[in-house]
């Protein structure tokens, strides 16, 4: 089975800076893509930045040009480094990988999620 544990997160002042890792493990021969998603409470979860094998990339318009999203897919790993954090930032943050089935549909897994607070 294919699992993901995130690491990184916590509390920082408006201004500063983050970087979240998600490591993949479990029988996994290949990768579509990973990514960041986050969720506040009461709210729906959301993308931040997913990065294919390709490297192609997307970025949530409130989240361009302060998070990049980076990977080491050999490593079955993804990076997201949070620059310019803002208050509105805060939400826990989960990676999900989506891997290729025998069949003809992708699989999605999530990992437990890390806290980011922003706060003064």
């Known amino acids: 089975q294919v699992q993901l544990v995130e690491s990184g997160g916590g509390l920082v002042q408006p201004g500063g800076s983050l970087r979240l890792s998600c490591a993949a493990s479990?029988?996994?021969?290949?990768?579509?893509?990973m990514g960041w998603y986050r969720q506040a409470p009461g709210e729906q979860r959301e993308l931040v930045a997913l990065?294919?094998?390709?490297?192609?990339?997307n970025y949530a318009d409130s989240v361009k040009g302060r998070f990049t999203i980076s990977r080491d897919f050999a490593k079955n790993t993804v990076y997201l480094q949070m620059n310019s954090l803002k208050p509105e930032d805060t939400a826990v943050y989960y990676c999900?990988?989506?891997?290729?089935?025998?069949?003809?549909?992708?699989?999605?897994?999530w990992g437990q999620g890390t806290l980011v607070t922003v706060s003064p």
């Open positions: 999900k990988v989506v891997v290729p089935t025998a069949r003809n549909t992708d699989l999605e897994v």
């Open positions: 479990g029988s996994i021969l290949s990768i579509i893509a």
């Open positions: 990065i294919s094998n390709g490297g192609s990339t």
